[in-house]
Structure formats: structure tokens, C-alpha cells
């Protein structure tokens, strides 16, 4: 079925809502239809895992929560309309609160499992190699796209990356996770692009920009941010000092650590 038969269905179900409530819902299934196009599916074929990804990307975008709620209201109706409620189970509308709380903390380690699926689902192995060192090893995208091949050291069991300048500068060593997301990314970039020094290029093989990597985070419905904190709050959980997490992170001053470490506490 085209979708523009599914449209006119669901536009038919509408018969006695508020024709501001029936242009709502239209607008909302056009940019649920636009978000599954860029991950090459189809309204038809959607999925749980899809709709989440779709809410959690309104409210990275910093939709207010009546507006996520009328996304939410639209789809809800959409999939009853059309046979699918088995895919609204489990689902977690963003509130307030909620990100009130990822911003303190990151993510939860739920959230990091499903993010980590679906980039591997619907991601390439560039992208899945960039989220994986983000969320492991906390590195600001301004410090991942300066990334060269020579900045990056790998061993039968181990890998490390030098990232950062001056007083930032350090050297983190990977999991197993991020060192596998590495080694697949660069055996496929090892006959692609053997004369570019940067670890991270573009489709015309240049070096990656802010832009692109942030914009490809979007998709996925994560900030450079929300995984630099979940880096640190890792570190903090797992009863680091300041010191070794000032060193991982080049962060200086204390301060700007100081809320992870409270955060700690509350938790105890």
C-alpha cells in the first residue's frame, strides 16, 4: 500500500475529530514518514523501536512536552487505526523530568543498549565506530573529528586513542566493544582511503566535520553531550578519584565535576 493510501485511510479514521485535530495528525505522520525514509524504512513497516527513536528525538530537539505529547497522541491513534498497537508496549514518552535527569547523569544503561542497536541496525560502520567512541571514551566532537590513523594504537587484545591538545591531551584506552567497532570500521577504510590521514572522513574524503557528526547523532536521538556525560558518570560510578577522572576527561576544574560526584551520593 502507497503512502499515500495508508494517509487517506487514516485521514477517513479521523471522521469527528476537530479539523485542527485531523491537520495535526496529518503533519505528524508526514514527519514520521520523512524520519523512516532517512533510516530506508517505510510507515508500514514500523517498528517499536522506531517510534521510540522518533519521541526521543523531539525531545532531544528541545520540542516542549505538549508538543511531544500531540506526536505521541497522532501515532498512538496511527497504530491502533492500522492494526499495530503490539508496537506502543514498553514505549517511553520523554518528560521533562526525564531529560531534567540525562542531563545530570547520561544515559542509562537501557538507553545505551538500545542506542547501540540501533546504530548497528540502521547505521553504517563510520557511524557505529563515532558512537562508540563517544559513549566509551567521553571525547568532545571537536576532538574526535582531529583524530588522525596515527592516533590510534591497536594490539591483538588491546586499543587506544590519544585525543585532546595541550593540557587536555591523554591517552584512553578502549573496551573490547569500541575496539571491535574500530577495527571493523578501519578495515573497510584500509583500501577506500590509504592517503588520508584523518581518522574520520566525509563521503568526498575529506576530514568529518562538527556538523555532520552532530547531525548524525540527531538521527539517532542522542547529543555529543548526553554520551560525554555517560562516559563520566561511568567513570564516577565505577568509585574513580578526581584526579584519574579529570585525566580521562581533560577536564580541569573541579567544579564542572562536582555535580557527578553528588550525584553519587544521592544514589547511595
Known amino acids: 500500500m502507497l503512502f499515500s493510501d495508508v494517509t487517506s485511510q487514516f485521514l477517513k479514521s479521523l471522521k469527528g475529530k476537530s479539523n485542527e485535530t485531523i491537520k495535526t495528525y496529518h503533519h505528524v505522520i508526514k514527519q514520521l514518514s520523512a524520519f523512516l525514509i532517512e533510516?530506508?524504512?517505510?510507515i508500514q513497516?514500523?517498528?517499536r523501536e522506531d517510534i521510540q527513536q522518533y519521541l526521543n528525538n523531539l525531545a532531544a530537539s528541545d520540542k516542549s512536552q505538549a508538543t511531544i505529547q500531540k506526536h505521541w497522541s497522532a501515532i498512538n491513534t496511527f497504530a491502533k487505526m492500522s492494526g499495530k498497537e503490539k508496537i506502543l508496549k514498553e514505549i517511553v514518552v520523554p518528560s521533562k523530568e526525564a531529560a531534567a535527569k540525562t542531563m545530570r547523569s547520561g544515559l542509562g544503561k537501557l538507553e545505551q543498549s538500545r542506542l547501540v542497536k540501533s546504530v548497528k541496525k540502521h547505521g553504517s560502520r563510520r557511524d557505529v565506530a563515532i558512537i562508540m567512541l563517544l559513549l566509551t571514551t567521553g571525547i568532545?566532537?571537536?576532538e574526535l573529528i582531529a583524530l588522525n590513523k596515527k592516533d590510534v594504537t591497536i594490539t591483538p587484545r588491546k586499543a587506544k586513542i590519544t585525543a585532546g591538545k595541550q593540557r587536555a591531551k591523554r591517552t584512553i584506552t578502549l573496551n573490547a566493544a569500541a575496539r571491535k567497532a574500530l577495527v571493523v570500521y578501519l578495515d573497510q577504510q584500509q583500501e577506500k582511503?590509504?592517503?588520508?590521514e584523518a581518522l574520520f572522513s566525509s563521503s568526498r574524503s575529506g576530514r568529518l566535520d562538527v556538523r555532520s557528526v552532530q547531525l548524525m547523532l540527531k538521527k539517532h536521538?542522542?547529543?555529543?553531550?548526553?554520551?560525554?556525560?555517560?562516559?563520566i558518570m561511568s567513570l564516577v560510578s565505577a568509585g574513580k578519584k578526581l584526579s584519574e577522572v579529570q585525566s580521562l576527561t581533560g577536564i580541569q576544574s573541579p567544579q564542572q565535576l562536582s555535580e557527578y560526584f553528588m550525584k553519587k551520593k544521592e544514589e547511595k
Open 193 to 196: 582511503e590509504k592517503e588520508n
Open 221 to 231: 536521538g542522542v547529543t555529543a553531550r548526553e554520551l560525554r556525560q555517560t562516559f
Open 140 to 142: 568532545l566532537i571537536s
Open 39 to 42: 533510516r530506508k524504512k517505510s
Open 45 to 47: 513497516s514500523v517498528t
